[in-house]
């Protein structure tokens, strides 16, 4: 496989990713009626735009995206982390507390004692960052 071959496959890889984290977003809110709390609402600022950018760029086989998507996802993964922390370290929340609406801490979902909404969203993440990681740009001489 070629090198072109591969970089269109890393951001089809990606945009698929954003597409899924972005629509299971949208399940748990409006199809299971999860309130989002303050942090769910930062990451998903960062990540459904990445669904619409990575889907055009996909398609015009746009590798200069990078620059664009991986600051966007290394917010949102800190985010992510950050959120993921609140809710299983104990202690923890205290750093920051939601003010407005459901608390941070609140765990809608725990599969596996410790697959939460904010671990799917750090997945999601660090699968963006890996694959524009994986996406090398041309070396200048």
Known sequence: ??????????????????VIATLGSLYFSEIREFIPCELCWYQRI?????????????????????????????????????????QKVPGFAAIKPCTNGVPCNTEYINWFGFITIPFLALTAFTLIIIFMLLIRSPKVK
Not at 50 to 69: E, P
């Open 46 to 86: 960062l990540m459904y735009p990445l669904a619409l950018i990575l889907g055009i760029a996909t398609f015009n086989s746009d590798f200069t995206v990078k620059k664009y998507v991986l600051p966007m996802a290394v917010i949102g993964w800190s985010i992510s982390l950050f959120h993921y922390l609140e």
């Open 1 to 18: 496989m070629n090198k072109t071959n591969s970089k269109q496959i890393f951001l089809y890889f990606s945009w698929i990713v954003s």
